[in-house]
């Protein structure tokens, strides 16, 4: 199955098919077998045991494991980041693994690659931002948030005003922090 920008996959549904396995995965498309026996040495070697073409287009497939599948999930993202040269999708979500787990230098090399792939997707500058905020590195931070703003400017994403005037309260912006507590309605 194969999808347009911003749109979910159309045959998500068949990552609750058991009779089916996911054995491709990138930014655009998703490539199921039929579990035959035709097709059990395909699926063998390629199945993906945790990603799922809804989890990671969604951002939801880290809430979807366990903490002693962190390690396999871990290993199937940098599959799909190898197999998938152009996308972001699987960078972004081994990025926000990598930030959980506290390793920022890891994290914060992945999205420097997602940022280069594609430099006017907002997602990876969030990311980005909130690992300085957890630095303590507020400047950084607030920075890269103008950045986010102007990405989105034109797209429906609700900027969080309230979230933005602490973090220019920590880099000592009292204007910008004001600016941003009045967009909030404070």
Not at 1 to 23: C, H, I, M, R
Not at 53 to 73: C, F, H, K, Y
Not at 150 to 162: G, I
Request: no cysteine; hydrophobic share 40%; net charge negative.
């Amino acid at each position: 199955s194969t999808k347009e920008e911003g749109q979910p996959f159309e045959f998500a549904y068949l990552n609750e098919d058991p009779s089916w396995a996911l054995v491709f995965l990138d930014d655009w498309t998703a490539v199921y077998l039929k579990r035959i026996p035709e097709h059990a040495a395909l699926i063998d070697n390629f199945r993906y045991h945790l990603l799922t073409s809804e989890g990671v287009d969604r951002g939801t497939i880290l809430e979807q494991v366990s903490p002693t599948q962190v390690s396999a999930l871990e290993a199937e993202l940098q599959r799909m980041i190898r197999m998938d040269p152009r996308g972001i999708s699987a960078l972004l979500a081994l990025a926000k693994l990598q930030r959980g787990m506290g390793r920022f230098a890891q994290a914060l090399a992945l999205l420097k690659e997602a940022q280069e792939r594609f430099p006017f997707r907002h997602e990876a500058y969030v990311l980005q931002a909130s690992i300085r905020e957890a630095e303590g590195k507020w400047t950084e931070a607030a920075a890269l948030y103008e950045r986010v703003l102007d990405l989105t400017q034109y797209l429906p994403v609700q900027p969080n005003y309230v979230h933005l005037a602490e973090v220019y309260e920590h880099a000592g912006d009292r204007k910008n922090a004001t600016k941003y507590r009045r967009k909030a309605g404070l």
